[in-house]
């Protein structure tokens, strides 16, 4: 394998560069100063690529003609084209599993700091303010209904979690689930409507694209909380904005954003939300465990064994 030439495109962990280096011959964009250049010179005998952050579309794939496998990292692959890869029989792998537990544990996290106002309150006492009195009662967890947009890997471990937390799950999307007991909702709105927390957790991508607008936002309603640990585009920031402006919604925890890092500053301006850098699966464990699938995908591949985890519209036939 040591003479199949791998790409990297942005800048990823020490443990993927130096595994895809012992492996294969890689080559990395992410240091080439003349990015179009370096395409021009290596694209054409590229066979595999490993992706973070990078569009690979029909105008990235028309430059690497010889690409067989595209293994992303991260379980959304929103960045990538799979259909086009599909036409053009480029495998696209993602890495799901390794991340589920983590991103669940940081979705109940950001939904109890947005409640009980976790980082305003540790701000408070940083301040010094709890000298002069305590701080103002907050909201609760008690007596709220959950609803789950997309009951997936991650939806089911949240749901799982707070069923533990003592509240009732609803959940929406394309399908309703015949192996999970909770309530299923064909029609966003409806549940928004029947929920007071909307946890956010459907793949990015043009089908879904601002699916939370502002008529599920007003469906939440002024005690309803919004949580995303999805993708910034399933949620229209502008209308978000407004309806934590005027009460129409009581908060928001965001662990995402439709431009990141950019960060509207009508979100920001508003503290009782909760803002998070894109941090999901962010801990050395479960980073370490989705770089390693990275190369797995990648290996396997150019051993002859197939795809590890390749995605719905790449499905592998041995
Ligand atoms: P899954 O594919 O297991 O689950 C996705 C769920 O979304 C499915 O239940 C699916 O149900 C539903 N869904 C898909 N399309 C639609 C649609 N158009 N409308 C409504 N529901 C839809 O994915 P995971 O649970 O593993 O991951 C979910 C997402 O979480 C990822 O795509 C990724 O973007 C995001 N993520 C964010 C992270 C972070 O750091 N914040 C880290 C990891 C993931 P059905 O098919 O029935 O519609």
Request: hydrophobic share 40%.
């Amino acid at each position: 394998m040591k003479s199949t030439d791998v790409l990297i495109m942005r800048p990823m962990s020490p443990l993927v560069t130096e595994s895809l280096e012992r492996h294969f011959t890689l080559h990395r964009g992410d240091l080439a100063e003349d990015k179009e250049r370096f395409l021009d010179e290596v694209g054409p005998k590229i066979r595999g690529m490993a992706v973070s952050h990078v569009h690979v579309n029909d105008a990235l794939l028309d430059r690497l003609p010889k690409l067989e496998i595209a293994a992303n990292f991260g379980v959304g692959y929103d960045t990538i084209d799979a259909a086009a890869c599909g036409r053009r029989g480029v495998m696209v792998t993602n890495t799901p599993d390794v991340l589920t537990d983590e991103v669940a544990d940081l979705a109940v996290g950001l939904l109890l700091a947005t409640v009980r106002q976790i980082p305003q309150v540790d701000r408070y006492l940083r301040q010094g303010k709890w000298l002069e009195k305590p701080y103002p009662l907050t909201g609760t967890l008690r007596g709220r209904k959950v609803g789950i947009l997309g009951l997936g890997r991650i939806g089911r471990a949240i749901a799982h979690r707070l069923v533990a937390f003592g509240l009732p799950i609803a959940y929406h999307g394309r399908t309703k689930q015949s192996d999970v007991p909770y309530e299923y909702f064909p029609s966003l709105i409806e549940m928004a409507k029947a929920c007071d927390v909307l946890m956010v957790v459907a793949p990015g991508g043009p089908e879904t694209k601002n699916i939370v607008g502002r008529e599920v936002l007003q469906a939440l309603g002024s005690e309803g909380v919004l949580v995303n640990v999805a993708r910034g585009t399933l949620v229209d920031e502008d209308a978000l904005a407004a309806a934590l402006a005027d009460g129409t919604i009581q908060s928001a925890g965001l662990d995402v954003f439709a431009e990141e890092p950019k960060v509207p500053d009508a979100l920001i301006r508003q503290e009782h939300a909760v803002l998070l850098p894109h941090v999901g699966s962010a801990s050395h464990h479960t980073r370490n465990a989705m770089g390693q699938l990275v190369v797995d995908n990648l290996t396997s591949w150019f051993q002859g064994n197939g795809p590890v985890t390749p995605v719905a519209e790449t499905p592998w036939k041995a």
